[in-house]
């Protein structure tokens, strides 16, 4: 059972797919978080108890690109050497190079599928607030400026801030796909 979630990238409705295909060709359940923070990707595979999780991500790069973060299943990213064992096995054949006819490929009722988180993005909304309430911290009669750069933080961030008392102004919270990151956002410098 993997978890999938994503940023806003145009591409990561295809990678996502692709990336969900591969699962439930192995057999895996994906439990698709949609378009959500890595961060929460991370707490879903604790709170959910899941074998590990993906974010289709480029982080703060421009949206033309894209890639893959993994994490095990205690919520941490996969070190780099794991990594890199991972796509020496997608580039030799991966399941399909290693199948035999006495161990085929699962078919039928063994293939996986996908089970849409629909309360992804409340659950990590609510760990955030709870996590700070817990901590003594509050925001309650700020007046907070968010810039969340056409990402998935869009989602999430605001709302949070909302419900622990702070007046939110936010820009950039709508997205395409192709404005991710582009005049705006933490890396940008004007």
Partial sequence: TIVVGRDTRRSGDMLGAALSAGIMSA????LEAGVIP???VALLVRELRAAGGAVISASH???EYN?????DSQGFKLPDAVEDEIERFIAAGGLEGQATPESPMPSG????????????QEMYIDHAVRSIEEQGISVAGLRIALDTGHGASSLTSPEALRRLGAEVIVINDD??????NVQCGSTHLE
């Fill in 175 to 180: 997205y395409d796909g192709m404005d991710i």
């Fill in 109 to 120: 009722g063994s293939l996986g599928v996908i089970v849409p988180l629909d309360e992804a």
């Fill in 67 to 71: 890639g893959i973060k993994l994490f």
């Fill in 27 to 30: 057999g895996g359940t994906v």
């Fill in 61 to 63: 790069n421009p949206p």
């Fill in 38 to 40: 890595t961060p929460g």
